[in-house]
T-cell receptor, first 112, second 114 residues
Framework: GENVEQHPSTLSVQEGDSAVIKCTYS??????FPWYKQELGKRPQLIID?????GEKKDQRIAVTLNKTAKHFSLHITETQPEDSAVYFC???????????FGAGTRLFVKA | DTAVSQTPKYLVTQMGNDKSIKCEQN?????MYWYKQDSKKFLKIMFS???????INETVPNRFSPKSPDKAHLNLHINSLELGDSAVYFC?????????????FGPGTRLTVT
């Protein structure tokens, strides 16, 4: 069945450094790749998404890249700040599947 | 002005009881979901509804019965609660049925079964 693998499960960086989270998906029909951020005790919220007709998308300190051939997509956070500390989920969705499959999450710690 | 709301926020109950969680969205979305998030933070879809019709049931035990009285509401009823049902349950909604749009999550309901 469909699967989304996410690495690493935990990531600790120093404030100001960059953080990279990587995901792979199994369903070649996937064409929508959102990223959600979940702060402690809060709900997941969309921070950025990318569709299969685009290889890269950037929004201030956050960027996503997509390699459809390799079925890889990544989240890049530059100049990390303590408030970036949260659990980040990648996900993959497609027209025929009627659902979005989530990765297992990455717990990011940004040390001040 | 809350987009997706859930009640209750916390639910503590004993094994064998029956409980319900309510969810409402005021975004005008046609599609609603229930997710279960366990202690390891894994988000697993349970059900999805579109215009009050069940679209996805991810092999959830039939002790779990969703009900959608209208497209703005998707409630979750759980019979004969078990210890393993302890988790945070998130309701969500999206504009798009086909998995291509942002999902808006509710605040979650932390269910503890003792």
């Amino acid at each position: 069945g469909e699967n989304v693998e996410q690495h690493p499960s935990t990531l600790s960086v120093q404030e100001g450094d960059s953080a990279v989270i990587k995901c792979t998906y199994s369903d070649s029909a996937s064409n929508y790749f959102p990223w959600y951020k979940q702060e402690l005790g809060k709900r997941p919220q969309l921070i950025i998404d990318i569709r299969s007709n685009v290889g890269e998308k950037k929004d201030q300190r956050i960027a996503v890249t997509l390699n459809k051939t390799a079925k890889h997509f990544s989240l890049h956070i530059t100049e990390t700040q303590p408030e970036d500390s949260a659990v980040y989920f990648c996900a993959a969705g497609n027209t025929g599947g009627f659902k979005t499959i989530f990765g297992a999450g990455t717990r990011l710690f940004v040390k001040a | 002005d809350t987009a997706v709301s859930q009640t209750p926020k916390y639910l503590v109950t004993q094994m064998g009881n029956d409980k319900s969680i309510k969810c409402e969205q005021n975004l005008g979305h046609d599609t609603m979901y229930w997710y279960k998030q366990d202690s390891k933070k894994f988000l697993k879809i349970m059900f999805s509804y579109n215009n009050k019709e069940l679209i996805i049931n991810e092999t959830v035990p039939n002790r779990f019965s969703p009900k959608s009285p209208d497209k703005a509401h998707l409630n979750l009823h759980i019979n004969s609660l078990e210890l393993g049902d302890s988790a945070v349950y998130f309701c969500a909604s999206s504009q798009d049925l086909v998995g291509l749009a942002e999902q808006y999550f509710g605040p979650g309901t932390r269910l503890t079964v003792t």
